[in-house]
């Protein structure tokens, strides 16, 4: 079993930065693929951006550029560095984690909730205009 608690959230203006966390415990070993997906009311759970084996990435296109994933092994952590924010990002941002897929997967594996078992809480962030 994996555990994950994100931190983080918050309100900022458009134009601004926040950076998430995503903590991850219990057996963590082989955990090849972390991620970043978020959720507005209404609407399906969305991949913004996964990092296999702490190296590899994928991004949505809406957050290209703007969004940067990483995990420091040390502290098994996963951030999520979100600069340029836009209203549109307004949204409940879960982190995600897998141990069952050793192998890389396309993005549009990767990107899609039905890879990862586990689950955090999420972690609201709103953007106002």
């Known amino acids: 079993q994996v555990q994950l608690v994100e931190s983080g959230g918050g309100s900022v203006q458009a134009g601004g930065s926040l950076r998430l966390s995503c903590a991850a415990s219990?057996?963590?070993?082989?955990?090849?693929?972390m991620g970043w997906f978020r959720q507005v009311p209404g609407k399906e759970r969305e991949g913004v951006a996964v990092?296999?084996?702490?190296?590899?990435?994928y991004y949505a296109d809406s957050v290209k550029g703007r969004f940067t994933i990483s995990h420091d092994n040390a502290k098994n952590t996963l951030y999520l560095q979100m600069n340029s924010l836009k209203p549109e990002d307004t949204a409940m941002y879960y982190c995600?984690?897998?141990?069952?897929?050793?192998?890389?997967?396309?993005?549009?594996?990767?990107?899609?909730?039905?890879?990862?078992?586990?689950w955090g809480q999420g972690t609201q962030v709103t953007v106002s205009s």
């Open positions: 990092i296999y084996t702490g190296r590899f990435t």
């Open positions: 219990g057996y963590t070993y082989n955990v090849y693929w």
């Open positions: 995600a984690a897998d141990d069952s897929r050793p192998s890389l997967m396309t993005a549009s594996q990767a990107l899609g909730i039905r890879a990862y078992k586990y």
